[in-house]
């Protein structure tokens, strides 16, 4: 039995949504694409697991997530990717003195909550995701979007953990810096 | 023992994922008590953790 046309165009409403949280995570638009097409598709397919939910679009997600997971996973298999470089990462050694202590101690961001509010914040934090090179943000997009754990995300990026927090470590000094020139340092 | 801020800020971010180390987590109290830097790197690194939910949570 085909499913309802209603419940087929509340999940079409949903589309941009979800094109937009796999394009955070997968960085690739046709990737994207192609994970929210078989997201749709499974959630048509399995309407009745869908049957007194409270949320559509959390049930969606946690589909959306799945496929986005498979993806990354055959990325990681791609031997076209290009090795990972340090392109784009802060110089820790310019982050630091050579005894290890900051080179410039980090300003404090008065109320970072209150950038939550703004629309444009969004638009400065999704512009340092970009510029991170794309294996780490695919492992700190796994980490904090996904909210998957670090053996999970060691396992799909077929690194080591040690490899992962390192990874993990990068992005987050990297944002902290790059949000501290586009965003907090400005306002 | 001490630990430097390059240190600290490590396993700071470890801490977020994995569950450190008792030893551990007294060095990186050690140091957060004296260091100001490293006290605003780390509100700042658990701000980014809800910036990026805050995030997928928009429509």
Partial sequence: MPPPAD???QIEALRPYLLRFATLQLRDAAAAEDAVQEALLAALAGEAGFAGRANLRTWLTG???????????RQAREPALPPETEDGLPDFDALFETNGHWAERPAPWGDPDGALEQQ???????????RLPARTAQAFMMREHLGLDTPEIC??????PTHCWVMLYRARM??????????FGKQ | MMLSCR????LVSQGLDR?????????????????????????????????????????
């Fill in chain 2, 19 to 59: 569950e450190l180390a008792f030893g551990e987590r007294v060095l990186v109290r050690v140091h957060l008590a004296y260091c100001l830097g490293c006290r605003r790197a780390r509100r700042q690194m658990r701000f980014l953790r809800r910036a990026v939910r805050a995030l997928s949570a928009r429509t």
């Fill in chain 1, 120 to 130: 444009q914040f969004f638009r400065a934090l999704e512009m340092c995701l970009e």
């Fill in chain 1, 7 to 9: 419940f087929r165009s």
């Fill in chain 2, 7 to 10: 240190e600290t800020t490590r």
């Fill in chain 1, 63 to 73: 589909i959306l997530k799945h496929k986005i997971v498979d993806a990354v996973r």
């Fill in chain 1, 174 to 183: 990297t944002l902290r810096e790059c949000l501290q020139q586009t965003w």
């Fill in chain 1, 155 to 160: 396992k799909e990026l077929e690194v080591t």
